[in-house]
Nanobody, 119 residues
Framework: VQLVESGGGTGKPGGSLRLSCVGS????????MGWFRQAPGREREGVLS????????YYADSVQGRFTISRDNSKNTVYLQMNKLEPEDTALYFC?????????????WGQGTQVTVSS
């Protein structure tokens, strides 16, 4: 599956942004989808959030209670609603996919969308 992210930009501390990721070339609804990020000068973090085929979700502690992942299979799209932004959220955000039955070993990646949090 091919993935394309959008929705990045500059947000203020305490503000909100919504990222989108559109998939093509596969049966989107069958994929487990995840969001990752890589801050400037740092390695990519572990997964921030996951949404499974059945709608179940997972959040890393760093974003729990602030970020919400969702999916609209009719639009082949997964979203990341980012609230209560913090400067530490500044990073390049990637969505990723893994086919059903392959756990969370994500193997399809988008190119990323930049999020900058600054006052």
């Amino acid at each position: 599956v091919q993935l394309v992210e959008s929705g990045g930009g500059t947000g203020k501390p305490g503000g909100s942004l919504r990222l989108s990721c559109v998939g093509s070339g596969g049966i989107f609804e069958s994929y487990t989808m995840g969001w990752f990020r890589q801050a400037p000068g740092r390695e990519r973090e572990g997964v921030l959030s996951i949404i499974f085929r059945d709608g179940g979700t997972y959040y890393a502690d760093s974003v729990q209670g602030r970020f919400t992942i969702s999916r609209d299979n009719s639009k082949n799209t997964v979203y990341l609603q980012m609230n209560k932004l913090e400067p530490e959220d500044t990073a390049l955000y990637f969505c990723a996919a893994v086919a059903e039955g392959r756990g969370t070993e994500f193997d399809s990646w988008g190119q990323g969308t930049q999020v900058t949090v600054s006052s």
